[in-house]
């Protein structure tokens, strides 16, 4: 029943913040803030430490912002900031959520774990990357979970030194390519904060900075792999893996074409921003994702069927996010106090 109402609590929370994002109501900045509060502490017991003691020094700064030249306006830009951050991350759950139940998500992992070895470590490296985009943390345990089921000794050819080689290498691949994130993707926390707290600042004019950068990281990756690591392998461990399609991998690069081209044209020609804008489509995108999974199964039963997941795993979706939201929101309340 908890999980529900915090669930409750994060639709408002995303509603209110919206309305007040476009329309600059403060009443819907109260009720956004509440849902918020109203949140944290129902989720409260479950939490982790680090977001116990940061929602705890944002509401011990309280007590220091009458030292603000404006209190009032102080306190609503705190809010306002806090509300947006975890309006953020919640928006790109409804994608992460899809993401999870997602087959095409599943063949794409199979497909770039199942790749010879010259190209394996950029394939995994590369995906990593896109799939970090939109599961966040989850990537590393999709990925990690399909690796360790792919990469048998059988595989290796009975040799463990082989089997232990690969699982090295393809490990560091998911890592690195995670690690990309916050640099080269428009959906990362940290391009949103970027964007958010430098005034004037808009994305195209640090995007292209971070996706050189991706760019350089990704190749010297890929050449400190091939350099550290043995050049041949005995004959029976070669790679012999199944040859899958590529037409997930296209599935899946169109849905995230998609996703940023909505949030690009939005944020283009209207006055939004692209957080927000990326905050306006994401749960629409998400639940098409969710249709469009369940195609098979005629229109209506796919929506109906969505509709079901939703409501069943959304409440534990974001309960999961507990301890992020809660670490988000003061540190984005204290960072404006």
């Known amino acids: 029943m908890t999980a529900v109402i915090s669930a409750v609590c994060v639709v408002v929370i995303i509603s209110a913040t919206l309305v007040h994002r476009l329309v600059g109501d403060l009443f819907s900045l109260a009720i956004a803030s509440t849902a918020l509060i109203s949140f944290l502490l129902l989720q409260w017991p479950k939490s982790n430490k680090a977001a116990r003691v940061l929602v705890a020094i944002g509401a011990i700064s309280l007590l220091f912002i009458y030292q603000s030249p404006n209190p009032l306006i102080t306190f609503e830009n705190a809010l306002s900031r806090s509300n947006f951050f975890v309006t953020f991350l919640m928006a790109v759950s409804f994608l992460r959520l899809a993401a999870i139940n997602s087959i095409i998500i599943k063949q794409c992992g199979e497909l770039v774990v199942n790749q010879p070895p010259v190209r394996r470590y950029g394939v995994i490296t590369f995906a990593s990357f896109l799939f970090g985009s939109i599961l966040n943390f989850g990537v590393l345990h999709l990925l990690g979970e399909i690796i360790e089921k792919g ?144 195609r098979g199964q005629g229109l209506q039963q796919a929506v109906r069927g969505s509709g079901r997941l939703l409501a069943k795993e959304y409440p534990i979706e974001v309960t999961t996010l507990r301890s992020e939201i809660g670490i988000l929101g003061a540190a984005s309340f204290l960072g404006v106090v």
């Open 151 to 294: 990469n048998t000794l059988k595989n290796a050819g009975g040799n463990q030194r082989v089997q232990l080689i690969r699982r090295k290498r393809m490990s560091l691949a998911i890592i690195r390519g995670f690690s990309l994130v916050p640099l080269a993707s428009p959906f990362s926390i940290t391009m949103m904060l970027m964007l958010a707290t430098v005034s004037g600042l808009s994305w195209y004019a640090i995007l292209p900075l971070g996706v050189l950068t991706a760019v350089m990281l990704f190749f010297l990756g890929w050449f400190v792999d091939y350099a550290l690591n043995p050049k041949q392998v005995p004959l029976e461990a070669q790679y012999s893996g199944p040859v899958l399609s590529w037409l997930p991998a296209i599935q899946f690069l169109l849905i995230v074409f998609v996703f940023f081209g909505f949030a690009a044209a939005i944020e283009h020609f209207t006055a939004a921003s692209l957080p927000l804008a990326i905050i306006l489509i994401s749960p629409l995108i998400g639940v098409v994702w969710l249709v469009y999974e369940n």
